[in-house]
């Protein structure tokens, strides 16, 4: 019954109203069109999902390859959009989720992709203390932990309402070799009651806890308007603690306010710990109607320094950024990487302008069969001489 009850969903009715839709083993996953290999995977789409009191999709325990697209997922702030838990070779396309207390939650999870999506107001908020007037908020766009391989690209993060907005856009614990690139982030914080201060406003756009050789690129952040807020605060554009991570040609916009650096209070474009990296390799780029080699870091519109020799890069460097950007990153184009550097750069992402990421999983997987096809051909070429 259940399997006529989601076909008639997915095949009769374009836009339907749905509660929970589980898919647990690679099993369930044969109730959706397609056949769960690279260039014909199952395939869920064109669904408005309710959210408001249960999680909207649960994938879990799944290697068959899915597309997810075209859906939109509203909740109340009580309850995840999507759940991919255990699960691999999932691509999310042209997804809107709306007031979810996490938009998408990953966990142990690998190659997946989330891209040309909408993040608005996800978060959830509780009282620790009712009687103190005491509350804590958490949650966020896209949170993920002990996964890898995971693509976020050209999404969008912003607020729902004054309100609702994603107190994290993406929020990465003890997450590897994945890249976040081209994605925008407006405004992602959220006050509440605070019993010792009052009110406390936090969030950042970027979080990334424990997480080691990521690569951060093409990212633009706007942090929140500070100007007359009474509150504590710890907001960030980016709060990075691991190794290894690449963080370069991203744009921050927006005001630093640190009124206590000490205590880690304000609002900051960046916090960093671990041995990462703030610019590209040494590549050969164009910038403006010349072309130049060299590094290029980020663009902090706050930092007003000279560019005496026209490349692009301002001489001084900026925080833990050693070759800050004069314009934004959109002004520079990666052409190629420097000869010197070319031994010692394993990722071909680092040198694009757009990421070499796994594309819809219908445009991969044609050349994984050829060298069997021939074999065959081979095979039955010498069956018919032998007659």
């Known amino acids: ?202 969030g950042a756009a970027i979080y990334l806890d424990r997480s080691n050789n990521n690569e951060l690129t093409r990212n633009t952040i706007y942090l929140p308007i500070s100007g007359g807020m009474e509150y504590a605060a710890e907001v960030y554009g980016m709060y990075i603690f691991g190794h290894n991570n690449t963080i370069y040609l991203n744009n921050f916009y927006g005001e630093e306010k640190p009124s206590q650096p000490s205590e880690g209070i304000g609002f900051f474009y960046l916090y960093h710990a671990g041995e990462n990296t703030f610019h590209s390799p040494k590549v050969i780029y164009k910038f403006g109607n010349e072309t130049f080699e060299g590094f290029l870091g980020n663009y902090w519109v706050a930092y007003n320094g000279s560019d005496e020799n026209g490349d692009g890069v301002i001489e001084w460097p900026f925080k833990v950024d050693e070759y800050p950007l004069i314009l934004p990153s959109e002004n520079y184009e990666i052409i190629k990487l420097a000869e010197e550097s070319e031994m010692n750069t394993s990722s071909p992402n680092n040198l694009t302008n757009s990421p070499t990421t796994p594309s819809s999983p219908q445009e991969n997987g044609e050349s994984k069969y050829l060298f069997p096809i021939l074999a065959v051909l081979a095979i039955l070429i010498i069956l018919w001489r032998g007659k």
């Open 1 to 202: 019954m259940r399997v006529l009850v989601v076909f008639a969903i997915l095949l009769f009715v374009p836009f339907a109203n749905a509660t929970q839709l589980a898919f647990i083993g690679d099993e369930s996953l044969k109730e959706l069109p397609g056949s769960g290999i690279p260039e014909d995977p199952y395939v869920l789409e064109n669904l408005i999902i309710n959210a408001s009191n249960i999680t909207g999709i649960l994938v879990k325990n799944t290697t068959a390859y899915l597309l997810i697209r075209n859906l939109t997922i509203i909740g109340d702030n009580k309850r995840p959009g999507i759940i991919l838990e255990n699960a691999k070779n999932v691509r999310i396309e042209n997804v809107r989720v709306i007031k979810c207390s996490y938009g998408i939650r990953i966990v142990n999870s690998e190659n997946i992709t989330i891209i040309n999506s909408i993040f608005k107001g996800n978060l959830y908020c509780y009282w620790k203390s009712e009687f103190a007037g005491d509350a804590d908020c958490k949650g966020g766009a896209i949170f993920a932990d002990y996964s890898k391989n995971l693509y976020i690209i050209n999404n969008s993060f912003v607020p729902h309402s004054y309100l609702f907005s994603n107190i994290y856009g993406v929020y990465l614990v003890m997450v590897k070799n994945s890249m976040v690139y081209g994605n925008r982030f407006v405004s992602s914080i959220k006050c509440y009651p605070s019993a010792a201060f009052g009110g406390y406003c936090k």
